[in-house]
């Protein structure tokens, strides 16, 4: 299983898009939820990420304009982007937390840029 992440886009420095990723229960029920990024060049990166009970953590970078959460009658993780930067520029990807290897989906790209 491959967990796919949806809703990324070309946005303007100062912009907002939500990412959401919807994953089967046997992966998402009671395990933690992260979304990570790749930009060109770097290493991926975790974002952020939120336990079953909904305790949370972020990246320095993202701190005060990111917020993950989660559904758990959808299965679907969430992140809203605000203030978006051209260095949030990446593919970004969903994962449990911490990460499975066998779940890396294709990631769904997010350009900032005006």
């Known amino acids: 299983v491959q967990l796919q992440a949806s809703g990324g886009g070309l946005v303007q420095p100062g912009g907002s898009l939500r990412l959401s990723c919807a994953a089967p229960?046997?992966?998402?029920?009671?395990?933690?939820m992260g979304w990570y990024r790749q930009a060109p060049g770097k290493q991926r990166e975790l974002v952020a990420g939120?336990?079953?009970?909904?305790?949370?953590s972020y990246a320095y970078s993202v701190k005060g304009r990111f917020a993950i959460s989660r559904d758990n009658a959808k299965n679907t993780v969430y992140l809203q982007m605000n203030s978006l930067k051209p260095e949030d520029t990446a593919v970004y990807y969903c994962?449990?937390?911490?990460?499975?290897?066998?779940?890396w989906g294709q990631g769904t790209l997010v350009t900032v840029s005006s």
């Open positions: 994962n449990q937390w911490p990460a499975r290897f066998g779940l």
């Open positions: 229960g046997s992966i998402f029920s009671d395990n933690g």
């Open positions: 939120i336990t079953s009970d909904d305790y949370t």
